[in-house]
């Protein structure tokens, strides 16, 4: 098993600026990568951004390339989400993701993760 704990999230004013963190443990080494997800009220869930343990090579949706940045500290089994120029459509719960698939592939899929934290909320203000 994998248990992954979120904090970072809070209220933003519109053009601001939040880290999210996501701290992995257990049995790290069966997972291949980590993703951050949203989930706004009413929609499904988005995938935001993903990042290989090994090589680092990074993945963004659409909506926020340029303005969120993923980044990993493997030797802390943590990852990260950088979030600049916040807006109010970027108001949702952010969910860290585990995936056991090695193929990238899977990345941007909700289905290609295992395990999932509890979600932070993040709220950006106009």
């Known amino acids: 098993q994998v248990q992954l704990v979120e904090s970072g999230g809070g209220l933003v004013q519109a053009g601001g600026s939040l880290r999210l963190s996501c701290a992995a443990s257990g049995r790290t080494f069966r997972t291949y990568a980590m993703g951050w997800f949203r989930q706004a009220p009413g929609k499904g869930r988005e995938f935001v951004a993903a990042i290989r343990w090994s090589g680092g090579n990074t993945e963004y949706g659409d909506s926020v390339k340029g303005r969120f940045t993923i980044s990993r500290d493997n030797a802390k089994n943590t990852v990260y989400l950088q979030m600049n120029s916040l807006k109010p459509e970027d108001t949702a719960v952010y969910y860290c993701?585990?995936?056991?698939?090695?193929?990238?592939?899977?990345?941007?899929?909700?289905?290609?993760?295992?395990?999932w934290g509890q979600g932070t909320q993040v709220t950006v203000s106009s």
């Open positions: 993701a585990a995936s056991d698939e090695s193929g990238s592939y899977y990345y941007t899929l909700k289905n290609g993760y295992k395990y």
